[in-house]
């Protein structure tokens, strides 16, 4: 079946410092991505929507230039979050559209 | 706007007991449903999907779940649960023309006792 990674799994950085975090299709080519996140014992919400080519579309609430979205190729989108904060820890899951959503595996980030 | 409302947040049962996972769904055109669970620690897995036809769907692990339309309903059931089946369980929807925008409800917790 279709895999979705992203790089890194979990990562740990400092307050203040920018983290990015890769999704990647591995088998399909996907002209849009999607980037959740999950606080712990809670549901995903949906961050926003990537599509290869163009600007992301985020959710209401979400800040645009917090949370850097780069879909610079069919099978590779990118989630930075800038000048993270303590705040911003969670569980970040990217998924990719082929003939299915197919979701990854997630990516923990501890700010400190 | 697509919403998904899970009624139960935290569920105890034993093992044997039946189960079932109450989830409506707010959107007028066409939708395709989801059951996720997410095992502690682990990342989501597809349980079982609707798309069209059969209104009840048969997943892995003996889940099953069946749309009503009626009620906007696509509740999840399995006739007798396991220990090992301890995980949160997550309802979702999009919208069924091509769009893969989906919504997930607040999950549910799911606790059986050996």
């Known amino acids: 079946g279709a895999v979705v990674s992203q790089h890194p799994s979990?990562?740990?950085?400092?307050?203040?410092?920018?983290?990015?975090?890769?999704?990647?299709?591995?088998?399909?080519?996907a002209t849009t991505m999607f980037w959740y996140r999950q606080f712990p014992k809670q549901s995903l919400m949906l961050m926003a929507t990537s599509n290869e080519g163009s600007k992301a579309t985020y959710e209401q609430g979400v800040?645009?230039?917090?949370?850097?979205?780069?879909?610079?190729?069919?099978?590779?989108?990118?989630?930075?979050?800038?000048?993270?904060?303590?705040?911003?820890?969670?569980?970040?899951?990217?998924?990719?559209?082929?003939?299915?959503q197919y979701f990854g595996p997630g990516?923990?980030?501890?700010?400190? | 706007a697509q919403s998904v409302s899970q009624h139960n947040h935290h569920v105890i049962l034993s093992e044997a007991a039946s189960l079932e996972l109450g989830c409506n769904y707010s959107y007028g055109g066409t939708v395709n449903l989801f059951w996720y669970v997410?095992?502690?620690?682990?990342?989501?897995q597809?349980?079982?999907?609707?798309?069209?036809?059969?209104?009840?769907v048969k997943g892995i692990k003996g889940f099953e779940?069946?749309?009503?339309?009626?009620?906007?309903?696509?509740?999840?059931?399995?006739?007798?649960?396991?220990?090992?089946?301890?995980?949160?369980?997550?309802?979702?929807?999009?919208?069924?023309?091509?769009?893969?925008?989906?919504?997930?409800?607040?999950?549910?917790?799911?606790f059986v006792k050996a």
């Open chain 2, 65 to 110: 779940a069946e749309f009503i339309k009626s009620k906007f309903s696509f509740n999840l059931r399995k006739p007798s649960v396991q220990w090992s089946d301890t995980a949160e369980y997550f309802c979702a929807v999009n919208a069924g023309t091509g769009g893969f925008k989906t919504i997930f409800g607040a999950g549910t917790r799911l």
């Open chain 1, 63 to 100: 800040e645009k230039d917090k949370f850097l979205i780069n879909h610079a190729s069919l099978t590779l989108s990118t989630l930075t979050v800038t000048s993270a904060h303590p705040e911003d820890s969670s569980f970040y899951i990217c998924s990719a559209t082929g003939y299915e």
């Open chain 1, 107 to 112: 990516t923990r980030l501890t700010v400190t």
């Open chain 1, 10 to 29: 979990w990562v740990i950085c400092k307050s203040g410092t920018s983290v990015k975090i890769e999704c990647r299709s591995l088998d399909f080519q």
């Open chain 2, 46 to 56: 597809l349980l079982l999907k609707y798309f069209s036809g059969d209104p009840l």
């Open chain 2, 38 to 44: 997410q095992y502690p620690g682990q990342h989501l």
